[in-house]
């Protein structure tokens, strides 16, 4: 079955203090898998997308990578500003069509 | 401005009361999608649509409707609602499946209860 698990659930930081955030995956066939951050009261927003292992993206502080079964969302140096939850969701083909997974999420708070 | 437009963004209802939540888009999406988001599940896809007239079901039909009738519309229809739909509901488009160079663009949410 398809699956993808984000952890951990919740996460801490003070300012400054660098950390990672872990997306697993077990799916059938990887077309791509999508990084989103949600805003309390607000839907998900797009950051990432990563295609194949060894990708990486970068925007600001942070910087996706991929392998072939985990993504990793790495925080340099955080700020208050990126406390939101950030979801990870993979693409696959299924029943016909391309199919989104998302995991449930780690909610990241970050504090002065 | 491009967005997702769901109306209402609050709603309270009783079990069996007809619903409707609307949503819209201006940015000439072929592809919308409805999920919910529960705490701990993350989001599940209820129904998607790839063009006007097209839609088909996703992993958590049961209990809703849906129609596209018009590009830029896609409401979401609870015929006879029950509280364990109860949850927060996001709308969704994109050029294409919300893949690749095209990821979703969501609306910000209607939260439902159902007493």
């Known amino acids: 079955e398809d699956q993808v698990t984000q952890s951990p659930e919740a996460l801490r930081l003070q300012e400054g203090e660098s950390s990672s955030l872990n997306c697993s995956y077990t799916?059938?066939?990887?077309?791509?898998l999508f990084w989103y951050r949600q805003d309390p009261g607000k839907g998900p927003e797009f950051l990432f997308t990563l295609y194949s292992a060894g990708e990486e993206k970068e925007k600001e502080r942070l910087k996706a990578t991929l392998t072939k079964k985990e993504s990793f969302l790495h925080i340099t140096a955080p700020k208050p500003e990126d406390s939101a939850t950030y979801l990870c969701?993979?693409?696959?083909?299924?029943?016909?069509?391309?199919?989104?997974?998302f995991g449930a999420g780690t909610r990241l708070a970050v504090h002065p | 401005e491009a967005q997702v437009t769901q109306n209402p963004r609050y709603l309270i209802t009783v079990t069996g009361k007809k619903l409707t939540v609307t949503c819209s888009q201006n940015?000439?999406?072929?592809?919308m999608s409805w999920y919910r988001q529960d705490p701990g599940l993350g989001l599940r896809q209820i129904y998607y649509s790839m063009n006007v007239e097209v839609t088909d079901k996703g992993d958590v039909p049961e209990g809703y409707k849906v129609s596209r009738k018009e590009k830029r519309n896609f409401p979401l229809i609870l015929e006879s609602p029950s509280p364990n739909q109860t949850s927060l509901y996001f709308c969704?488009?994109?050029?294409?499946?919300?893949?690749?160079?095209?990821?979703?663009?969501f609306g910000n949410g209607t939260r439902l209860t159902v007493t």
């Open positions: 969701a993979v693409q696959t083909f299924s029943g016909g069509y391309n199919k989104l997974i």
């Open positions: 940015m000439n999406h072929e592809y």
């Open positions: 799916v059938s066939g990887l077309r791509g």
């Open positions: 969704a488009s994109s050029f294409l499946e919300g893949g690749g160079d095209s990821p979703l663009h």
